[in-house]
C-alpha cells in the first residue's frame, strides 16, 4: 500500500513536470541540470523586470524588481543570496549601472538616481531626464532628451560626470531636420553614438566626438530607408572603432549584420541565418562576431558567414527575439531560447553541452527575460519569476578580460 502511495505520487510529479514544458515533454528527464549552480525565486507578488543586472567589482547581482506595484532593486551575491534591497518611489524603467561602488538607475519620473551600495544612502538626483537612454563611460554618462521649445521639438545629447555635475549639452536635431526620436546610445572612450529615427520611421546614426572645448558630431549613416533597429539595445564595437549592429531588412524574417567602419561608411552587409529581430552583436578578442535565437552563428571581421551551430533534436525552440552570445572563451559560446534550453557550443559551432530548465510553477506562466554572466565566468539566465546561474565551463574568460570586453555593468554584447 506505502508503495503504491509513493508510486502514485511520483507519477503525479513526473506528470506535472511535463505539463509544465510546453511541448518538450520526455526531454526534462534526458537533459539533467548538471551544470546548474543555484538559483534565487520570487513570490507570486512579485517579478523580476526585463533589465540587464548591473554587476560590481566582486561579483554581486543587482537586479529590479516589482513587489506589489512597489519598484526596487535586489542585491545578491556571486552565490546568490540576498545581501540587500534599495526600494523606490516611481518605477525604474533603466538597467541599474555600477561604478566605483555607485548605484545608478533611471525612474519613469524623469530622474537620474546615484546612490551608494554599501550605505544605501543617496548621492544625488539629476531631474528633467525624460529618457531611459543612457550611457555611461569610466568618467562620465550620457542620455539623449526631447524637449519642446516654441513648439518645436529639439533633440539633444547631455553629458555628466559621474559626481552629478553637467559638462555639456549638445543639439542633435529639431523638428525641421526629421530626426527626433532617439532609439540607442552607446559611448566608448571619448565617442558617442546615437541611433535614430524621423518622422517617416527612417534610421539614422550619428557619431558625436567629445572634444575638449565642446562635442562636435563627426557624421551622420542613413540606414536603406526600409531598415529598422528596433530591437537592437546598443551598438558593439571592435577595438578598431568598427560599429556592428542587427538590423530587419523590412522583407519578413529577414536581418541583417552591418558592419559601419569609424568614419561612418558601410563596410559591409550580411544576410543573417537568424530569422529573429536582433538584439545585440557579440564580439571575441579576435574580432569575430556572434548572434543567436534558437541557433548561434558565427560572422568573420569581414562578413563571412563562418558557421551556424544546430538544434539539440527532439527539444521543441520558441525564440523570439536574437540576444547577444556570451563569450567565455574561444571554445565556450553561450545562449538561450526562450523555450528554457540553455546551450553551449565550441568555437566550432560543435555543442559543448545543453541544459533544459524546468518550468518554475505550472500555475504561474516564465518569461524568459536576460542572459549575462558573471566576473567568474558564471552563466546568469534572469526570468520574470527567478535568477539562475550555470557554470560556464574549464575555459571561461580570464577576470583580467573583464574591464576590456564587460564592463562593470555585464553587458556583453558591445565592446
Same mark, same amino acid.
Given at each position: 500500500m506505502i508503495r503504491m502511495k509513493y508510486k502514485i505520487v511520483y507519477l503525479l510529479t513526473v506528470s506535472i513536470l511535463l505539463l509544465s514544458c510546453k511541448e518538450n515533454k520526455d526531454d526534462i528527464i534526458v537533459h539533467k541540470l548538471d551544470h546548474y549552480l543555484w538559483q534565487y525565486s520570487l513570490g507570486n507578488n512579485s517579478d523580476f523586470q526585463a533589465l540587464e543586472p548591473a554587476i560590481d567589482s566582486i561579483g554581486n547581482i543587482y537586479l529590479v524588481r516589482v513587489t506589489n506595484g512597489k519598484n526596487s532593486i535586489l542585491k545578491l551575491s556571486n552565490d546568490g543570496l540576498k545581501l540587500g534591497e534599495f526600494y523606490e518611489q516611481a518605477i525604474i524603467d533603466s538597467r541599474p549601472v555600477i561604478f566605483h561602488n555607485s548605484l545608478y538607475y533611471h525612474t519613469k519620473n524623469n530622474k537620474l538616481y546615484c546612490r551608494d551600495t554599501k550605505e544605501n544612502i543617496f548621492y544625488y538626483q539629476i531631474n528633467q531626464v525624460n529618457t531611459n537612454l543612457i550611457s555611461w563611460t569610466g568618467k562620465s554618462l550620457y542620455f539623449c532628451a526631447t524637449k519642446n521649445y516654441s513648439g518645436e521639438k529639439v533633440t539633444y545629447l547631455n553629458s555628466y560626470r559621474l559626481n552629478?555635475?553637467?559638462? *555639456?549639452?549638445?543639439?542633435?536635431?529639431?523638428?525641421?531636420?526629421? #530626426?527626433?526620436?532617439?532609439?540607442?546610445?552607446?559611448?566608448?572612450?571619448?565617442?558617442?553614438?546615437?541611433?535614430?529615427?524621423?518622422?517617416?520611421?527612417h534610421y539614422h546614426i550619428l557619431k558625436i566626438s567629445q572634444e575638449e572645448v565642446s562635442p562636435v558630431i563627426e557624421w551622420q549613416w542613413d540606414a536603406p530607408p526600409a531598415y529598422t533597429a528596433g530591437a537592437l539595445k546598443e551598438?558593439?564595437?571592435?577595438?578598431?572603432?568598427?560599429?556592428?549592429?542587427?538590423?530587419?531588412?523590412?522583407?519578413?524574417?529577414?536581418?541583417?549584420?552591418?558592419?559601419?567602419?569609424?568614419?561612418?561608411?558601410?563596410? *559591409?552587409?550580411?544576410?543573417?541565418?537568424?530569422?529573429?529581430? %536582433?538584439?545585440?552583436?557579440?564580439?571575441?578578442?579576435?574580432?569575430?562576431?556572434?548572434?543567436?535565437?534558437?541557433?548561434?552563428?558565427?560572422?568573420?571581421?569581414?562578413?563571412? #558567414?563562418?558557421?551556424?551551430?544546430?538544434?539539440?533534436?527532439?527539444? %521543441?525552440?520558441?525564440?523570439?527575439?536574437?540576444?547577444?552570445?556570451?563569450?567565455?572563451?574561444?571554445?565556450?559560446?553561450?545562449?538561450?531560447?526562450?523555450?528554457?534550453?540553455?546551450?553551449?557550443?565550441?568555437?566550432?559551432?560543435?555543442?559543448? *553541452?545543453?541544459?533544459? %530548465?524546468?518550468?518554475?510553477?505550472?500555475?504561474?506562466?516564465?518569461?524568459?527575460?536576460?542572459?549575462?554572466?558573471?566576473?567568474?565566468?558564471? %552563466?546568469?539566465?534572469?526570468?520574470?519569476?527567478?535568477?539562475?546561474?550555470?557554470?560556464?565551463?574549464?575555459?571561461?574568460?580570464?577576470?583580467?578580460?573583464?574591464?576590456?570586453?564587460y564592463y562593470d555593468f555585464g553587458n556583453s554584447g558591445a565592446r
Open positions: 552629478g555635475m553637467k559638462k *555639456w549639452s549638445k543639439k542633435l536635431a529639431t523638428e525641421s531636420d526629421s #530626426i527626433l526620436t532617439p532609439q540607442q546610445i552607446t559611448a566608448y572612450g571619448n565617442k558617442i553614438y546615437v541611433g535614430l529615427t524621423d518622422k517617416a520611421d551598438f558593439s564595437l571592435d577595438a578598431d572603432g568598427n560599429i556592428y549592429l542587427g538590423m530587419e531588412t523590412g522583407a519578413p524574417g529577414k536581418n541583417a549584420v552591418i558592419s559601419i567602419t569609424p568614419e561612418g561608411e558601410k563596410r *559591409w552587409e550580411t544576410a543573417s541565418g537568424i530569422h529573429h529581430p %536582433i538584439e545585440g552583436v557579440s564580439i571575441d578578442e579576435h574580432g569575430n562576431l556572434y548572434v543567436a535565437d534558437s541557433l548561434c552563428q558565427k560572422i568573420s571581421r569581414e562578413g563571412e #558567414i563562418l558557421w551556424t551551430s544546430k538544434k539539440e533534436p527532439g527539444l %521543441i525552440y520558441t525564440s523570439g527575439l536574437a540576444y547577444s552570445p556570451l563569450i567565455h572563451s574561444a571554445s565556450s559560446i553561450a545562449y538561450f531560447d526562450d523555450n528554457r534550453i540553455l546551450t553551449n557550443v565550441d568555437g566550432n559551432g560543435k555543442q559543448n *553541452w545543453i541544459q533544459y %530548465i524546468q518550468a518554475f510553477q505550472v500555475s504561474k506562466k516564465e518569461t524568459f527575460l536576460r542572459l549575462t554572466q558573471n566576473r567568474n565566468g558564471n %552563466i546568469l539566465v534572469l526570468t520574470n519569476k527567478r535568477i539562475m546561474a550555470f557554470a560556464g565551463g574549464e575555459d571561461a574568460f580570464d577576470e583580467q578580460l573583464w574591464p576590456k570586453l
